[in-house]
């Protein structure tokens, strides 16, 4: 069973903008699965879809084979949201901001007590929870959006821009902690225009583009499959090169530049080759990433 399923699913808003043209999705359960695409792609369409937010024009979505509108209550039950907007009560402490949250989906209040200290403690910001959401940062106020989704310990959850404004050193806390949450069985769906964010935590993507998905599967596979990596080397004497098995190169000054699909494969008779004509001074491989076949795809 797929943590959730998507087929042909159509948004077209009131204003004629068709955000999404019939898109088919499944996210295995356990995953840690990345939705990318540029600005007014359809991702948060999508999202808002899932969570009840939004309404669909047709087609169908399933969380956990629960229906989103004829079995909506158990669908949204598994799902926890960290939206991309912070949306935080300023008038009531963090502590008390989630054990509301809890009880909205009737986990009762002696459970969700300590369910809010076991979080607040994993996201760094027990000694927060008297403190009103006006009185954090901006890092601090993310980490409580992720609390929030949480708290009532859903097997899935999807964060939309979670580390949007973040410094550094809280996007690797957050890094390392999702992927403790996801080695726990817990499926995640990621949205996030950090493309390395994804490449480094994904394990699956797909790629949504102007309300389709234009490429979907794991995330090494689409890298090789779409992207090239380069072999740059650094000639002493640039002479007459050329290559017997036809690879594509170009030379500026003494640098040689070869795309290859295969670096182990092609590198031993590329050396070779070029060894034959002058002498390499150094060789440099710059391996493609996901960011390469992201603005390949979308163009």
């Known amino acids: 069973m797929n943590a959730i399923e998507i087929q042909s699913l159509t948004k077209v808003y009131d204003t004629g903008v068709e955000a999404l043209k019939g898109i088919d999705l499944k996210i295995p359960q356990g995953s840690f699965f990345g939705l990318l695409g540029p600005n007014g792609a359809g991702k948060t369409t999508t999202i808002g879809i899932l969570t009840g937010l939004v309404n669909k024009t047709s087609g169908t979505a399933k969380i956990l084979n629960h229906d989103i ?41 002696n459970v969700a007590i300590k369910k809010v200290d076991e979080v607040l403690k994993k996201l760094g910001i027990y000694d927060k929870k008297d403190n009103t959401a006006r009185h954090l940062s901006g890092g601090m106020k993310r980490r409580v959006q992720i609390a929030k989704a949480l708290v009532h310990d859903p097997p899935i959850l999807i964060l939309d821009e979670p580390t949007a404004g973040v410094d550094i050193e809280l996007r690797y806390m957050l890094w ?45 596979s689409i890298i090789k499959e779409v992207s090239l990596n380069t ?33 182990n494969k092609d590198i031993v008779k590329i ?25 390949k795809l979308t163009n």
Do not use: M, W
């Not at 050396?271 to 603005?295: M, P």
């Open 69 to 109: 509108i004829s079995n909506y209550k158990n669908a949204r039950r598994c799902i926890g949201l960290s939206p991309q907007e912070i949306n935080l009560d300023v008038f009531f402490t963090i502590k008390k901001i989630l054990e509301f949250q809890a009880g909205y989906f009737g986990v009762p209040s």
């Open 176 to 220: 390392d902690y999702l992927t403790d949450l996801n080695k726990e069985g817990k499926t995640i769906l990621l949205t996030t225009h950090y493309i390395e964010e994804a490449e480094r935590l994904c394990n699956e993507i797909a790629i949504i583009n102007d309300g389709q998905i234009i490429k979907q599967g794991d995330t090494k």
């Open 231 to 263: 072999i740059e080397i650094e000639l002493k004497d640039p002479s007459d090169i050329s290559f017997s098995n036809g690879l594509d190169y170009t030379l500026n000054g003494n640098i040689l530049k070869i795309q290859s699909k295969e670096v």
């Open 271 to 295: 050396i070779e080759e070029v060894e034959q004509r002058t002498k390499i001074e150094n060789i440099n491989i710059i391996n493609s990433s996901l960011e390469d076949a992201f603005i």
